[in-house]
């Protein structure tokens, strides 16, 4: 695999096997300090209600010094940084990131749920049992802050969303090593081998090819069609977050083919069934079903799901297979996307619009944004091009206290 520094990784047994043990050293440092502080819980309030970054730029003055001063030096952009791919990918997810809910939920979590030792160790801590839906909601929150335009320029909103979850994987690693509580199951030895060390190089770099390589993946499958610049620009603008969440650039591919490999190579290590995955694949699927407007438990999430990520994973995480009137209804889903993909590409850029083909995207983004806890905050770029009907030059929120089928006005600027 090429990487970003242009050198090449094999990416051998031998290799994933030392990544599994490598977790992240600046930022270990960094929760080791909150931890033996008891600062942790205020982390984790601030990550709660999304104030880790005060409004003039600078990290919380709520937190340490020290830990301050560790999110402004980690927040370094890398010298690889390629302005252009990022706009070009910017201006794609623009264009096209009202399905990325639709590929969170039916492609990019399924895609995570189904690497066993990654899931089991996440399954076997008591400090990772919380609300999935929470999880899911706050993932694309984080989706929208990486792509929002000037995102991941200095003080960008996606740069300080990244640096949140970099601390945040720091603590939840420290807890899980330091707590006799948080071990993994020690039945299965075998099993108990493999964990690794928690949240590791591997299953980091793995995750970030299920927001960048599967996602591209992902729109193909559901008849988007991306130019060879627009696949790998995306794959960069993806890389500078996994080097700002602390992956290590050896395992940052440098283009989409590589990616492919990247996520292949691991896939191949852990792919397998597992209770803990089955649980949460299932989770998903009740919420999503409960999202398509107008029908009860509708069949349709699933058969989009197991569509996005192949029959052998689907039937891991024990996606039912679709009835013969579900495949056709999915088909002529997927060929009316393909339409509308066609003509917003041709036509889109200089007057946005949204096709009725999309209310699958916009009732799964809704029902994300109403789960319990800190409203979407969608940013008003995105508001102008996916709700143009809400444009106002201001930001918008969906939550769990909007009312009617839209997002909401937010309060302030």
Same mark, same amino acid.
């Given at each position: ?301 699933? $058969?989009?799901? !197991? #569509? ?5 994973? %689907?039937?891991?995480? &024990?996606?039912? *297979? =679709?009835? @013969? ?65 809400? $444009?106002?030059? !201001? #930001? ?5 206290? %909007?009312?009617?089928? &839209?997002?909401? *006005? =937010?309060? @302030?600027?």
């Amino acid at each position: 695999m090429r990487t970003v520094l242009g050198t090449q990784t094999a990416l051998d047994g031998a290799l994933l096997d030392r990544m599994r043990e490598a977790g992240d050293p600046p930022a270990d440092a960094v929760a080791t300090a909150l931890c033996e502080r008891g600062a942790h819980r205020i982390v984790a309030d601030l990550i709660r209600d999304r104030q880790m970054w005060d409004p003039d730029g600078e990290p919380s003055r709520l937190l340490p010094e020290d830990i301050r001063s560790y999110m402004k030096q980690a927040s370094t952009l890398p010298s690889w940084r390629d302005q252009s791919a990022i706009a070009e990918a910017e201006s794609f997810f623009l264009r096209y990131g009202l399905a990325s809910a639709t590929l969170l939920a039916c492609a990019s979590l399924p895609e995570c749920y189904v690497m066993k030792y990654g899931t089991e160790v996440l399954a076997y801590t008591r400090f990772l049992q919380v609300d999935t839906t929470r999880r899911v909601r706050e993932t694309a929150q984080m989706v929208m802050d990486v792509m929002c335009p000037r995102g991941l320029e200095p003080g960008g909103r996606g740069l300080r969303a990244t640096m949140k979850v970099r601390v945040m994987h720091a603590i939840v690693r420290h807890m899980i090593l330091h707590d006799p509580h948080a071990r993994p199951n020690p039945a299965d030895p075998g099993l108990r081998a493999q964990f690794g060390c928690p949240v590791n190089q591997e299953d980091m770099a793995y995750t970030l090819m299920t927001f960048s390589y599967v996602v591209v993946r992902g729109l193909e499958t559901m008849g988007y069609t991306l130019a060879t610049r627009e696949r790998d620009a995306y794959i960069h603008c993806w890389n500078v977050v996994g080097y700002l969440m602390g992956i290590r650039e050896e395992l940052l591919p440098a283009r989409f083919d590589d990616a492919r490999e990247l996520f292949t190579a691991i896939q191949r290590r852990q792919h397998g069934r597992s209770e803990p995955g089955r649980k949460l694949t299932a989770a998903l699927l009740k919420s999503l079903e409960d999202a398509v407007p107008g029908r009860l438990h509708d069949p349709m999430p699933a $058969a989009l799901m !197991r #569509r996005l990520i192949g029959h052998e994973t %689907a039937d891991a995480l &024990g996606v039912p *297979r =679709a009835t @013969g009137l579900t495949r056709l209804r999915l088909a002529a889903v997927l060929g009316t996307w393909a339409v509308a993909a066609a003509v917003l590409r041709r036509m889109y850029r200089d007057r946005p619009f949204r096709f009725a083909s999309e209310q699958l995207h916009k009732a799964i983004l809704i029902r994300m944004g109403r789960m319990h806890g800190v409203a979407f905050d969608i940013p008003p770029e995105f508001v102008a091009r996916w709700f143009p009907e809400h $444009a106002g030059g !201001r #930001r918008w929120e969906v939550g769990p206290r %909007a009312k009617g089928k &839209g997002p909401r *006005r =937010a309060k @302030g600027s």
